[in-house]
């Protein structure tokens, strides 16, 4: 099992580019969690799935932002426009039943200037 | 916003010290999870406590809890220079609510 696994690693992008970040599922773990961590504000939760339905957007910091689901195995979270106030280190994370522990994937590591 | 706080911010020790980090939560808890993140990398799961224990142990780690303080503690013994990371707490308030992290202690083991 190759675990969670986020794609790109790292991103640096311009002011107003769309950023989508991607993550596999462990096979079999049905819920899937969306972190942004900084230095500022620690690990905040964004939005999270269970079964690939959204259960709650309600970190999801704008408009701006928005997460899918389309497979038991596969999400996306995009930005559009990015905007500075964006850079983070965003990581997904999956779970395979209530009372576990979280898989973390490695991180994807947002610049924009 | 953060639910647990840990505490110390950061902690510095020598090789073979135990190194303890607590943990104060603020509502009611379904469990407690304790997770170590190395610079540069994700979260890697520790240990998880249930609201109606007390007291885990797994290999060098010993976790408390004490729910009528709202607090939890984390033992490391014999510290190694690879226990060296940043270490969170996590709490859920039910099984299917998701976990949310403190800022974490920065532990620093020095050989």
């Known amino acids: 099992d190759a675990g969670v696994i986020q794609s790109p690693r790292h991103e640096v992008t311009e002011m107003g580019q769309e950023v989508t970040l991607r993550c596999k599922l462990i096979?079999?773990?049905?819920?899937l969690f969306w972190y942004r961590q900084t230095m500022m504000r620690g690990l905040e939760l964004l939005i999270y799935f269970n079964n690939n339905v959204p259960i709650d957007d309600s970190g999801m910091p704008e408009d701006r932002f928005s997460a899918k689901m389309p497979n038991a195995s596969f999400s996306t979270l995009k930005i559009q426009p990015s905007e500075p106030r964006d850079s983070a280190v965003y990581f997904c994370a999956s779970r395979g039943g209530d009372d576990y522990g979280y898989t973390f994937g490695s991180g994807t590591r947002l610049t924009v200037v | 916003s953060q639910q647990g706080e840990e505490d110390p911010q950061a902690l510095s020790i020598q090789e073979g010290e135990n190194a303890t980090m607590n943990c104060s939560y603020k509502t009611s808890i379904n469990n407690l999870q304790w997770y170590r993140q190395n610079s540069g990398r994700g979260l890697v799961h520790l240990i998880l406590i249930r609201s109606n224990e007390r007291e885990k142990h797994s290999g060098r780690l010993r976790v408390t809890l004490d729910t009528s303080k709202k607090s939890s503690s984390l033992l490391i013994t014999a510290s190694r220079a690879a226990d060296t990371a940043s270490y969170f707490c996590a709490t859920d308030s039910s099984g299917n609510t998701p976990l949310v992290f403190g800022k974490g202690t920065r532990l620093s083991v020095i050989a």
């Open positions: 096979s079999g773990h049905n819920s």
